[in-house]
C-alpha cells in the first residue's frame, strides 16, 4: 500500500521545491529592474485604422527598445555598428550624421535613465507602417572629451514611424516635436 | 537640470536661441557678454563646434538646421550656458503614397486602401495638419475624388473595387505635389458558368461557353476550371485553365454520363450525354 502522508523527509523536499519555485518567480522581475537599458511602456489600444495583434505588438516593443538600445550605444561610443539593422531610411541617414560629426569634433552624448511612454497612433490597412508617440524622459549630458558641457533632465515627444522588415520592425523616421 | 561638471544653466539670459525655425531656414543665436568661447549644437543629425565671440549674434547656416526635431546650444567660456530650441518641417516637397493591393478582383468592398505622408525636402515628416486630395481614375473617366486631412502627418483611405476590369489609377495630391500608383483590377469568380458538350470516337468533348464575372469582365486566362463526369462505372475529374476565355476537356467516357462544371465556389449546369452507339 502506498503512504499518501507525506514522511518528514518529503516535507522537506516539498519545502526546497517551494523555495526554489519562489526563487524562479522572483528572478525574472528582478532581472527587468537591475537592467540599465531603455525602460518602455507601449500601448497599442487606440492604434487604427487595423487593430494591431500581440504578436505584433510583442514584436514592435521589443525592436523599439533594441532601437534606443542602439542609439544610445552609437552617441555615447561614436560608432555606426549599432545602427545598422533596428534604423533605415532618413533615422538611419541623421543619426549616421550625427556620430559622424560627433566623432570629428571630439564630441559624444549620453542617454541615461530613459523611460519611454510608447502610444501606437496609426497602424496602416494593410500594416506596412505604424507610427508611434513616445514620451521620453532621460537624462541627455553632452560631452566636449570627457568634460560635461550640458546635462539636463529632459521630457520628449518623438513622432516616429516603424516599417515590418524582413524579421524585425525597424524605424524610418525619429522626430522629436513640442508637443503631439 | 543638474550639472555636475561645470555650472550651466537651461535658458539663460546670455543665449537666446530662436522661438522655432523652419527646417533649412537660415538664423542665428543671440550671446551677450564679452570675450571668445566655444559654441555647440546638438541636433537630430550635427553635432557642431566652433569658437565665437560673446555679445554677436552666432549665425546658423540653412545646413545646420535641416532635420526636424530639438536642438540643444551651449556655449562655454568659463562656465557652460545652454538653451534649446525646435525645428519644424518646411512645407511638404514630397508625398509618400502606398497603395495596396496592386492587383484586386473587381466589385469587392474596401478592397483597395492607400497611406500618404507628406515630407519636407529634408526627408521631415510634416506633421502640421494638411488636406490631401485622393482620386480614383479609371480610363479617361474620374470616379472619384476625396480630400483627407492628415492626422499626425498621415492621410489614409479605404475603398471598393470598380465594376470593371482593368487600370484603377488611384492619385494623392497636395497643392501643386502629386503622386500617383495603379492598382490592375481583374475579373471576380466566373458566373453563370454554362457548358456544352459532344461524343467523339475517343469519349467526350465538353467546353464553357465565354467564362464571365458577374459583371461581365472576361475570366483570366489561367483560371482553372473543373470538370467532373459521373457515369455508372464512377466519377472522373479533369481540371482545365482557361484558354482565350473558353475552357475545354476531354473525358473518356462511353456509357450514359452526367458532366458537372465549377470553378472555385461558382457551380455550372449540368450536362447529361447518352451512351455511345
Not at chain 1, 66 to 84: I, K
Request: glycine share 8%; with cysteine; proline share 7%.
Amino acid at each position: 500500500m502506498t503512504a499518501l502522508v507525506p514522511g518528514t523527509n518529503d516535507y522537506g523536499r516539498i519545502a526546497h521545491l517551494l523555495a526554489i519555485s519562489l526563487f524562479l518567480l522572483v528572478l525574472p522581475r528582478y532581472a527587468v529592474r537591475a537592467d540599465s537599458g531603455p525602460q518602455v511602456q507601449l500601448d497599442v489600444s487606440k492604434a487604427g485604422p487595423r487593430a494591431v495583434e500581440s504578436m505584433t505588438e510583442r514584436g514592435v516593443f521589443r525592436d523599439y527598445r533594441f532601437a534606443w538600445t542602439s542609439l544610445t550605444e552609437a552617441l555615447e561610443s561614436n560608432s555606426l555598428a549599432p545602427l545598422d539593422g533596428p534604423f533605415v531610411g532618413t533615422a538611419k541617414g541623421w543619426l549616421t550624421q550625427a556620430v559622424r560629426k560627433q566623432r570629428q569634433n571630439g564630441l559624444s552624448s549620453r542617454y541615461l535613465s530613459q523611460n519611454h511612454k510608447v502610444e501606437a497612433v496609426f497602424y496602416a490597412p494593410e500594416g506596412d507602417v505604424m507610427e508611434l508617440h513616445d514620451t521620453a524622459e532621460y537624462q541627455l549630458q553632452l560631452l566636449d572629451g570627457s568634460k560635461v558641457i550640458h546635462d539636463e533632465n529632459e521630457v520628449m515627444h518623438y513622432v516616429v514611424l516603424m516599417t515590418p522588415a524582413a524579421d524585425r520592425w525597424v524605424v524610418r523616421q525619429l522626430q522629436a516635436v513640442q508637443r503631439f | 537640470m543638474a550639472c555636475p561638471a561645470v555650472p550651466c544653466l537651461a535658458q539663460v539670459a546670455g543665449l537666446r536661441p530662436p522661438a522655432s525655425v523652419a527646417a533649412g531656414t537660415e538664423t542665428s543665436i543671440s550671446t551677450t557678454g564679452s570675450g571668445k568661447a566655444t559654441f555647440y549644437l546638438a541636433g537630430p543629425s550635427t553635432s557642431t563646434k566652433r569658437e565665437v565671440s560673446l555679445g554677436e549674434d552666432v549665425p546658423l547656416p540653412p545646413a545646420d538646421v535641416q532635420s526636424a526635431g530639438r536642438y540643444v546650444a551651449v556655449i562655454c567660456s568659463q562656465t557652460c550656458q545652454s538653451a534649446a530650441f525646435y525645428v519644424t518641417a518646411a512645407k511638404p516637397s514630397t508625398l509618400s503614397f502606398l497603395v495596396h493591393p496592386s492587383r484586386v478582383p473587381v466589385g469587392q468592398s474596401d478592397a483597395v486602401s492607400g497611406v500618404a505622408l507628406p515630407f519636407d525636402r529634408f526627408r521631415n515628416l510634416v506633421v502640421d495638419p494638411v488636406t490631401i486630395d485622393f482620386h480614383w481614375t479609371a480610363g479617361p473617366a474620374p470616379l472619384m475624388s476625396r480630400p483627407m486631412r492628415t492626422r499626425d502627418g498621415v492621410a489614409w483611405f479605404r475603398a471598393s473595387s470598380g465594376k470593371s476590369a482593368g487600370a484603377l489609377e488611384v492619385a494623392a495630391s497636395l497643392n501643386d505635389l502629386s503622386a500617383h500608383r495603379v492598382v490592375r483590377q481583374v475579373a471576380s469568380d466566373p458566373c453563370h458558368l454554362r457548358i456544352k458538350g459532344q461524343r467523339t470516337a475517343k469519349g467526350l468533348v465538353v467546353e464553357t461557353e465565354p467564362v464571365h464575372d458577374c459583371t461581365g469582365n472576361p475570366v483570366p486566362d489561367g483560371t482553372i476550371v473543373t470538370f467532373t463526369a459521373t457515369e455508372a462505372k464512377g466519377k472522373s475529374t479533369v481540371d482545365a485553365p482557361i484558354k482565350q476565355g473558353i475552357a475545354r476537356a476531354q473525358i473518356a467516357a462511353s456509357g450514359p454520363t452526367v458532366i458537372s462544371v465549377a470553378s472555385g465556389i461558382v457551380m455550372g449546369n449540368e450536362l447529361r450525354v447518352e451512351a455511345q452507339r
